[in-house]
């Protein structure tokens, strides 16, 4: 069982920057990758960036060379770091959490809300 906590949300003008944290406990030696994902009301969720066990990342378009994924190993925290924030980006951002084994698990944060006015 992993367990995730988000932090960090909250309400900025754009142009501004936040950034989110994702504390992990439980079995976190089973974790294959972390990432970001967001929802917007009246849309699916998407992801936004996922950083593998071994480093490597992926954004989706909409945020890269602005959003940047990166872990602390000793803490068991990844964090996402938003810069240029556009109206856009709106939306609950939810941690996950991905176990490959028998079969693939994902685990879910509760969420956090990042309001970005105009």
């Known amino acids: 069982q992993v367990q995730l906590v988000e932090s960090g949300g909250g309400l900025v003008q754009a142009g501004g920057s936040l950034r989110l944290s994702c504390a992990a406990s439980?079995?976190?030696?089973?974790?294959?990758?972390m990432g970001w994902y967001r929802q917007a009301p009246g849309k699916q969720r998407e992801l936004v960036a996922v950083?593998?066990?071994?480093?490597?990342?992926n954004y989706a378009d909409s945020v890269k060379g602005r959003f940047t994924i990166s872990r602390d190993n000793p803490k068991n925290t990844v964090y996402l770091q938003m810069n240029r924030l556009e109206p856009e980006d709106t939306a609950v951002y939810y941690c996950?959490?991905?176990?490959?084994?028998?079969?693939?698990?994902?685990?879910w944060g509760q969420g956090t809300q990042v309001t970005v006015s105009s």
């Open positions: 996950n959490a991905r176990r490959i084994g028998a079969a693939t698990t994902d685990y």
């Open positions: 439980g079995s976190i030696f089973s974790i294959n990758a």
């Open positions: 950083i593998s066990s071994g480093g490597m990342t």
